[in-house]
């Protein structure tokens, strides 16, 4: 560490040697002080001044996308749109990502979330980031999925630990 002297009420105090050109003062208050009301109306006045004198934006002289371009560049990629686009499947999507955006699915969570209190059933944490934890497993038992009595709220710590311990067949339901 260095030895500097304030700007405003020549204290010294101590900088490190990186900050030593960057810090002139000795606290948030002197720093503040230095600077007045009119010091500050002075300072936007010289700003307003160089911009007069040529001081211009940085995207000065960038031309603009005519409206030729943008709809030049509307009509090449309209055509992108369901059955002309490449990446196009025919309309299929993952029947889990349906089934959980699914009103029936969002109704079973919150039902879930209201039964246990919006509390986690391992560690007791009230609120936070919840999940509705499926018991028996989602994608394994078809016919539980949407099930009150297979629903219950953990949080997002405690349902990643579940979820580990499961996969490593620590964790099973009889």
């Known amino acids: 560490m260095i030895i500097k ?15 030593q050109v960057i810090r002139r003062f000795c606290s948030f208050e002197c720093r503040k002080s230095i600077y007045t009301k009119e010091m500050k109306t ?12 040529g001081l211009k934006p940085w995207n000065t002289g960038i031309p603009f996308k005519s409206n030729d371009a943008l709809d030049r560049y509307r009509k090449e990629h309209n055509g992108y749109k369901m059955e002309n686009h490449p990446m196009w499947k025919g309309g299929v999507s993952k029947i889990n ?7 029936e699915y969002q109704s079973w969570r919150k039902g879930i979330f209201e039964r246990d209190d919006y509390r986690c059933m391992d560690c007791g944490e009230r609120g936070g980031e919840l999940q509705a934890d499926h018991i028996y497993s989602f994608s394994k038992y078809l016919r539980l999925r949407l099930d009150p009595l297979n629903g219950q709220t953990r949080c997002k710590k405690c349902h ?8 490593l067949g620590v964790y ?3």
């Open 5 to 19: 002297y304030c700007e405003k009420c020549r204290k010294e105090y101590k900088a490190y040697p990186k900050n």
């Open 42 to 53: 002075k300072m936007g006045e010289i700003k307003k001044e160089q911009f007069k004198n």
């Open 97 to 103: 990502q349906k089934l959980r955006s699914s009103p």
């Open 160 to 167: 990643k630990a579940k979820t580990i311990f499961e996969r």
């Open 172 to 174: 099973e339901y009889a």
